[in-house]
Each structure stands twice: as structure tokens, then as C-alpha cells.
């Protein structure tokens, strides 16, 4: 039997029958070529719930070893001697997702050997360089996997053919397209991030300074009216650091320098640990090790001062780099909740990872401020559209269907949809659309991130036709709210942060999903039981179906009754803090802030 790791085909064997590692192997838009072939998908580890947390507690406790490690390493060859909260800020969200994806990949190759022992497979050649470009112009990260799936069965012991990957001619013009951009390193020094303002040159940095707020621009325009000249408003992102070389990339894959092969020397403790310690030396990202100095004295030169606190959810490099050396200089780092997530699943590195390097914890109503690390502030984005709809919806005939972003592979362990559960996800929406009448599935618009990996939107449209894809348009005013501003229903199908919006904007909304696929915090589950109580979450997408024919004419009719706006407002109360007051809550809790440092001299 062959094994298959990847959805690249050039490295199947057709001849034999096939063992796909799992459903990215076979995207939808993949599964014509697997007419004729002898197959069978590999049962995902994952589908062990006591495995699956298991696997998220290591890879968390790993993480974190690992971080103390490279801290200890990176002062010394930068020859400094920095903390080891300076260096996890710095590296951001790398060790999350570099720790996660390759245990997950790991772990499924440990699986396929020990339940078929007699596979073959063609592996990457290992002295195959892989461009940033490259993996861009593929649009997905197939050819980056199949690196690290090689890597990982050669350093199994297994001796198997390799080849390298050859791209077809369309994949060629693509990359002769992007070798053509022209990217200008040099960016101006002030950046108006929002149109009409101008924030100031940098070196006069106000006291407090908000960067990655992962909110609209109307948003931030109306902070910094609100509360200038206490504020500024900077996106530190990273287009100003770009390469125009395309053959330069963050990942170069075999660097022969002593510091780079010097990473595969950390220690380690069991063999997954000596696996990816080995790796480090091609996947180790040059920003950290190469580029370390240059960027560090660039982003410097280009933000000289330091505010006293800062505040972000998300961050580019430039920020990361900005907020550990401002730390060192004594600034305060506050580190804000940008998804309803944080409020409700039980597991999530990014909220472990972003409340270990904060001063602060700002939260969207949940957390308990007797923990001084803790404020409870309003939501910016869910704040923004409180209450927004009432009875004028109804001159609307929209349905607005929002659907998540998954994958077919692990992207991090957390409470969320996870690999196994993806085509039990694909296939609800599918039962879902088949039980709408067709003038009604005709009102329909799907607004989703999945097509652009897995092609599943391609397969709806076939079985739908009368389905409008929507897309993210900006320049066409087709943005989310612009989009809710057009319907007349909102359909959610999944436990993430856009149900939280579409609650806080009162627009009637139907929400459905299998609560197996996302493990809530107990507090979140009651009052989850109290939206199924009021009629507006369901457990199947049949339920869900059946109440959007039945209350499509006149949804307000429903939606205004008392046990579901109770549910509703009580939920948003205690997990989102959406607001009709929120401009004027900043502004209080910011110069609150400001006071108590005053107060202690800093």
C-alpha cells in the first residue's frame, strides 16, 4: 500500500492502492482524480477526544520548554542578555503554530506506520529549497508539508525514493506573474492608516499607543476622536519590510551557518522533542536569527520613542519586535480579547500565550477583576453595530449564510472543529441548503473563508446553483456589515466570533451546530441551553432549516419575543460587553490606566 501525505498527486504511486494520511490529501477539488484508484482515508488520531486533550496539554507544556530554550540560545548568539518574556513576544505566534503542526503531522505518520506497516511513499528531496513565493502562488501549504512529512519519515528511519517537485505550467505562470510585482521596501515614515487622519510622527508618541485592534477602520477613527491626544493610533504592519528579491524568504531551508545548524543542539526529551529540535535548523525563521539585528535597528529608526502602555489583540512582526524592546523600556503591555472564543471555549493557546506576556488583560466582561491582570472593557467591533436593526430588516429579502473558516488539518489544538469533524461540517451544510425550497435557497448568500483551500464552496454551487457566493469586497462596499445590512436573516453554523456580532446587532438570527465539535466553558453551555430554549440554536441542521421557512416572512414577529432577546442580552452581557455607551467606556478606562501609573511614577 501507498502512502500519500499531501494533495500534491506528482507524488502518488496510482499503481497501487492508496493510503491518504487524511482529508487534506483529497480537497474537493482534488476528488476527480480519484476515479479508478484503490484508496481508504487513515482514521484521524484526533477522532479520541482523551487523546486530543492529551495532545493539547503537551503540546502547550512543549511549547513553552521550548520558548526557555530558544530564549537561552538566542541571547547568546545575539550576545545579549534579554528576558525570556521578551523573546516569546518577539517570536509571537510561531512556536503555536510551528509546535502544533508538527506534532499533528507526527503523530498521523506514527499511526500509519504502526497500523500498516508495509507502506511505501516518495518522499521531498530534503535539499529542496522552498520559496515564500512559492507557497503563496500554490495558495495553500502543501508543498511546505510535504517537506516536513519527508523530513519526519527519513528521521523515522525509514529509507523510501525521493524526487523534487516539479510545477506544471500553469503554477509557472503564476510565479513569473508575482516575480514581475514591484514591492518598494521604503515606505513613508507616517502611515495613515485611516483615511483622513495623520498620526503624528513617532517620535512624538502619545501615552498611549493602539496598534492590531482586528476591528474596522470606523472604529478606530472614533476611538482616536474620542480620546486624542491621550492616543495613537499606528498599524505597525510589515509591508514596509518587504524584499523585493522573490527568491528571499522567512523560511530559508538550508542556511550553512553555525548558528543556524547550532539550534538542532537543544536538548530534548523524547523522540517527537529530538524530531523537531532537528528541524530547527530549516524551520526556524530568519526574522529571529538572520535578520534579527537589521530588523531590530529598522524597526527602532522608524519608532525611536516608546508609549507608556500599549494596546493590541494582533500582531504583525513590526509590532512584536516594537512591544518587546517598548517592554524592556518600561512600557506596560495590555493585550485586548478580539474573539468571543476567548470568552467561551475551555482550551485556547492564543489566550494562554497573550495573557503570559501582558500587564494586563483586557476582556470582554467574563474575567474577574479581583485578578489585577484582569480590566473587563466593552467589545470594539461587537459594540459597534449594538442593537443596530430593528423592524427595518424586513424591507429586506437576504439571507445572509455565514459559515467558518475550518481546514482538513490541525491549524492548533484548541476547543474548536478539528480535522475529524471537517466533512461531518461540509456535510451539514450540505443537509442544511437540501431542505430549503428553492425560492428560498435563491435568497441566499454564503459568506465563507473554507473555498479557499478545500473548493467546497465549488462543490455547493453544483448542488445549489441558485446560491450567491459572497465575497469580502472593500472596494465594492461588500463588506460583513454591508452584507447585514442587505438581509433580512442571518444563518450561523458555527461556535465562533461572528455570532457574537450578528447577536449584538439584533438582526434575527438562526444559529446551528453539533456541540460536539466545540468544547464551551460550563457557564457558556447554560446559556447556550437557553438559546436552544428561545428558539434560536439548534442541534441539527434540519431544526435550523425548518425555523427559517417557518418565521422567513415576518422573523421580527419571533425575534422580539422576550425569551430570546432575555437569552440573547444576558449572553452578550457576560461573554461580549457590547455597549451603546462603549466610545465613552475607553475613555474612562484609558485615562484610569494612565492614572495609576502616574500615580506610581511611571
Known amino acids: 500500500m501507498f502512502l500519500a501525505t499531501t494533495s500534491i498527486s506528482d507524488f502518488w504511486d496510482k499503481k497501487q492502492e492508496i493510503l491518504f494520511l487524511g482529508p487534506w490529501c483529497i480537497p474537493f477539488y482534488k476528488r476527480n482524480e480519484l476515479n479508478g484508484l484503490r484508496y481508504e482515508v487513515m482514521k484521524s488520531p484526533w477522532e479520541d477526544d482523551k487523546r486530543y486533550e492529551e495532545a493539547m496539554k503537551y503540546v502547550e507544556d512543549f511549547r513553552e520548554r521550548l520558548i526557555e530554550k530558544l530564549a537561552g540560545y538566542l541571547n547568546k548568539v545575539h550576545e545579549v542578555d534579554y528576558s525570556v518574556r521578551y523573546w516569546k513576544i518577539l517570536m509571537g505566534y510561531w512556536p503555536i503554530y510551528g509546535v502544533s503542526h508538527f506534532y499533528d503531522k507526527y503523530i498521523c505518520l506514527k499511526d500509519a506506520f504502526e497500523n ?47 524526487k523534487s517537485f516539479k510545477p506544471n505550467t500553469e503554477f509557472i505562470k503564476i510565479l513569473m506573474k508575482l516575480s514581475l510585482q514591484k514591492i518598494n521596501p521604503e515606505a513613508p515614515k507616517k502611515v495613515n492608516y485611516i483615511d483622513y487622519l495623520k498620526f503624528g510622527d513617532p517620535e512624538e508618541m502619545a501615552p498611549v499607543l493602539l496598534s492590531g485592534l482586528y476591528c474596522d477602520d470606523d472604529i478606530q477613527r472614533m476611538l482616536y476622536d474620542k480620546i486624542k491626544p491621550s ?109 468571543t472564543p476567548y470568552s467561551t471555549y475551555k482550551f485556547l493557546p492564543l489566550f494562554n500565550y497573550e495573557f503570559s506576556i501582558c500587564d494586563k488583560f483586557l476582556s470582554w466582561g467574563w474575567a474577574d477583576e479581583k485578578d489585577v491582570r484582569f ?64 425560492d428560498i435557497r435563491s435568497l441566499m448568500f454564503y459568506r465563507s473563508k473554507i473555498h479557499q483551500l478545500e473548493g467546497w464552496d465549488n462543490e455547493l454551487a ?97 425575534w422580539e419575543n422576550d425569551d430570546v432577546q432575555n437569552a440573547r442580552e444576558a449572553f452578550l452581557e457576560k461573554f461580549v460587553l457590547s455597549r451603546e455607551d462603549w466610545l465613552e467606556q475607553w475613555d474612562k478606562s484609558i485615562k484610569e490606566e494612565l492614572v495609576i501609573l502616574n500615580k506610581l511614577g511611571k
Open 116 to 162: 500498516y506497516p508495509e507502506l511505501q511513499t516518495r518522499l521531498l528531496k530534503q535539499n529542496y529549497q522552498i520559496h515564500e513565493r512559492i507557497l503563496e502562488a500554490l495558495n495553500d501549504r502543501d508543498l511546505l508539508d510535504l517537506k516536513d512529512y519527508s523530513f519526519l519519515i527519513k528521521n523515522l528511519g525509514y529509507n523510501f525514493p525521493s
Open 231 to 339: 492616543i495613537i493610533l499606528e498599524n505597525m504592519d510589515d509591508h514596509w519590510l518587504a524584499n523585493p528579491n522573490i527568491f528571499k524568504t522567512l523560511h530559508n531551508i538550508f542556511i550553512y551557518n553555525k548558528k543556524r545548524k547550532d539550534l538542532g543542539k537543544l536538548e530534548f526529551e523524547n523522540e517527537f522533542e529530538r524530531l523537531f529540535i532537528k528541524a530547527l535548523p530549516y524551520k526556524f525563521p530568519t526574522l529571529f536569527l538572520e535578520k534579527y539585528k537589521d530588523t531590530k535597528e529598522k524597526i527602532k529608526k522608524r519608532y525611536p520613542k516608546f508609549p507608556k502602555i500599549i494596546i493590541s489583540a494582533t500582531r504583525s512582526n513590526t509590532l512584536s519586535f516594537f512591544i518587546a524592546d517598548a517592554m524592556r523600556n518600561g512600557t506596560k503591555v495590555y493585550n485586548i480579547q478580539h474573539a
Open 462 to 558: 453544483i448542488k445549489f446553483p441558485e446560491i450567491k457566493f459572497d465575497e469580502s469586497d472593500f472596494a465594492k462596499g461588500n463588506t460583513f456589515y454591508d452584507r447585514l445590512d442587505k438581509c433580512r436573516v442571518v444563518i450561523v453554523d458555527a461556535c465562533m466570533q461572528v455570532f457574537a456580532e450578528c447577536l449584538s446587532s439584533n438582526k434575527p438570527t438562526i444559529l446551528f451546530w453539533n456541540p460536539n465539535f466545540w468544547n464551551v466553558k460550563e457557564e457558556v453551555e447554560r446559556h447556550f441551553d437557553n438559546f436552544r430554549k428561545a428558539g434560536f440554536l439548534y442541534n441539527s441542521p434540519e431544526q435550523a432549516a425548518t425555523k427559517l421557512v417557518e418565521i422567513y416572512n415576518d422573523p421580527w414577529k419571533w
Open 375 to 438: 480590566k473587563n472593557i466593552p467589545s470594539l467591533k461587537n459594540s459597534f453595530i449594538y442593537n443596530k436593526y430593528s423592524k427595518e430588516s424586513l424591507k429586506q429579502d437576504q439571507i445572509l449564510y455565514l459559515a467558518t473558516r475550518t481546514f482538513s488539518r490541525i491549524d492548533e489544538f484548541w476547543s474548536s472543529l478539528c480535522p475529524p469533524a471537517w466533512e461531518e461540517y461540509c456535510e451539514w451544510q450540505y443537509r442544511f441548503f437540501s431542505l430549503l425550497p428553492k
